[in-house]
Every structure is written in structure tokens, then in C-alpha cells.
């Protein structure tokens, strides 16, 4: 089935970018996700990126899809402490049961003052 | 609109007690799903309903687990018995065919002890 990895644990300094790592295996996927949950909170989507997309930029965030390799990365500029969050990357399929996104592990992004 | 609603936000209860999560789905969404987060798992999805019809289970661990969806806005995640290896936090989440993003709820934090 579908797999999605990333790393389990990032940390940066206040101000620094940050940038987190994702590796998927379906080769249909048309969205590619990635959601951030605070301490306590449920997932909230960041941003999304359509497959047929290479790059998008929102304000301090910027997502990269590599297709060929099946990479997606989200750099986040002049972290802040506020960003300290887990980071989730997501894909969807194109077709069938693939209905549900396939979500990697999650990221632990700590921002150091 | 409130959101996905769950209830309760914690729960604590003993080994081989039934317990009984609940998911109130954003209204007009025809897609609910159950996911599981665990430090050592991340987040599994457990069961996906459409037009309040299960079409993927094959998360679902066992047989102790099961979902209901009754309606299209109320789902139930049921645990019976318990055992302390279920101790996690569980989201709802919902969304609506065509849409791209996924909504969750606050979770349920759950303690078997």
C-alpha cells in the first residue's frame, strides 16, 4: 500500500529555517498535504501543493514537490518558537479507496531560543 | 460551523471496562475517518466511512475494535474490552468528496489503566 516517511525530530534555532522532509511511494498521488498540530490540538492544514505543481510559496512557507523522486520538503522561514509543532505530511491517490489521505509519522519541530 | 466535535476530550478507564468515543462530523461532509496517534505508531488510520458506509477497516486492529456511523452526523468508535495498550490519543476527521483538505477534530485523549 501507499507509505509515507519522514523524519521524526527537527531542531533549529530561532530565526534560522527549518526545512522537513517527506518520501512517498504512490506514483498516482494528486495533493500532497502537510498539516501541523499543536501541543494538544488536533491537525490543522498548512498548505497543499497539487501534483502537476514543482513549487509553492505562501508568505514565510514554502513547499517543494519533487515527482520524480517522490520528494516533498516544507521550509519554513525565520522560524519562530511559535512554529514548534509536529508536522504531517499527507498524500492522496487518484482513484478507489484513496479517498483517505496516507499520512507519514510526523515531524517534531522544536525551535530553540 | 463548530467543526468536528469529539467527546470526550479524555478518558480514563480500566482494563476491560467498554469505552465509547464520539465523532460529530462538520455538517453537509460525506466522509468520516478515525485515525489513532501513539508516540511509537504516529497516526494510523483505523476505519473510513462514505455516504455513512465503512469502506476501509482494515486498520481497525481486532475484533475489539469497531465503528458505527448510524447517520451522517454521528459516528462511534467503540473499544470493548479495553486493554492498556489502547491508550492514545483518537481524531475524527471529515471531509467532503471533491474537497481537497481534510477537517480534524480536538481528539480524544484515551487511558486505559
Known amino acids: 500500500g501507499e507509505d509515507v516517511e519522514q523524519s521524526l525530530f527537527l531542531s533549529v534555532r530561532e530565526g534560522d529555517s527549518s526545512v522537513i522532509n517527506c518520501t512517498y511511494t504512490?506514483?498516482?498521488?494528486?495533493?500532497l498535504y502537510w498539516y501541523k498540530q499543536e501541543p494538544g490540538a488536533g491537525l490543522q492544514l498548512l498548505t497543499y501543493?497539487?501534483?502537476?505543481?514543482d513549487m509553492k510559496q505562501d508568505q514565510r512557507l514554502t513547499v517543494l514537490l519533487n515527482k520524480k523522486d517522490k520528494h516533498l520538503s516544507l521550509r519554513i522561514a525565520d522560524t519562530q518558537t511559535g512554529d514548534s509543532a509536529i508536522y504531517f505530511c499527507a498524500e492522496k491517490g487518484s482513484s478507489g479507496s484513496a479517498r483517505q489521505l496516507t499520512f507519514g509519522s510526523g515531524t517534531q519541530l522544536t525551535v530553540l531560543p | 460551523d463548530a467543526g468536528v466535535i469529539q467527546s470526550p476530550r479524555h478518558e480514563v478507564t480500566e482494563m476491560g471496562q467498554e469505552v465509547t468515543l464520539r465523532c460529530k462530523p462538520i455538517s453537509g461532509h460525506n466522509s468520516l475517518f478515525w485515525y489513532r496517534q501513539t508516540m511509537m505508531r504516529g497516526l494510523e488510520l483505523l476505519i473510513y466511512f462514505n455516504n455513512n458506509v465503512p469502506i476501509d477497516d482494515s486498520g481497525m486492529p481486532e475484533d475489539r475494535f469497531s465503528a458505527k456511523m448510524p447517520n451522517a452526523s454521528f459516528s462511534t468508535l467503540k473499544i470493548q474490552p479495553s486493554e492498556p495498550r489502547d491508550s492514545a490519543v483518537y481524531f475524527c476527521?471529515?471531509?467532503?468528496?471533491?474537497?481537497?483538505?481534510?477537517?480534524f477534530g480536538q481528539g480524544t485523549r484515551l487511558t486505559v489503566v
Open positions: 504512490d506514483s498516482s498521488s494528486t495533493y
Open positions: 501543493i497539487f501534483s502537476n505543481m
Open positions: 476527521a471529515s471531509n467532503r468528496d471533491g474537497n481537497t483538505e481534510a477537517f
